[in-house]
């Protein structure tokens, strides 16, 4: 069974810092292109990362262009998000999403929540 699990989340005041981890199970991700999503209460879920299978090219909303950084680790089955002066705006549910052409699997989500 194919699985992702988002860790890495919770409670960080205005301009701290949180680290994302999505460890891949099942198989490995290492031909998948993977990303980060997130959604804020109320509103639609959001591109926020990518990286590609090799991880040699990677894209970010302009929203957290400069702040976040994404990685992965092919040899752990592992994406992360590194999350840097984190700003009440960022508060929202975070999704990895790991894809191909013909495969698209999601994790559940970690809440991050940033107080001002």
């Known amino acids: 069974q194919v699985q992702l699990v988002e860790s890495g989340g919770g409670l960080v005041q205005a301009g701290g810092s949180l680290r994302l981890s999505c460890a891949a199970s099942g198989r490995t991700f290492s031909s998948h292109a993977m990303g980060w999503f997130r959604q804020a209460p109320g509103k639609e879920r959001e591109f926020v990362a990518a990286?590609?299978?090799?991880?040699?090219?990677?894209y970010y909303a302009d929203s957290v262009k400069g702040r976040f950084t994404i990685s992965r680790d092919n040899a752990k089955n592992t994406v992360y998000l590194q999350m840097n002066s984190l700003k009440p705006e960022d508060t929202a549910v975070y999704y990895c999403?790991?894809?191909?052409?013909?495969?698209?699997?999601w994790g559940q989500g970690t809440q991050v929540t940033v107080s001002s």
């Open positions: 990286i590609s299978w090799s991880g040699g090219s990677t």
């Open positions: 999403n790991a894809w191909t052409t013909s495969e698209n699997y």
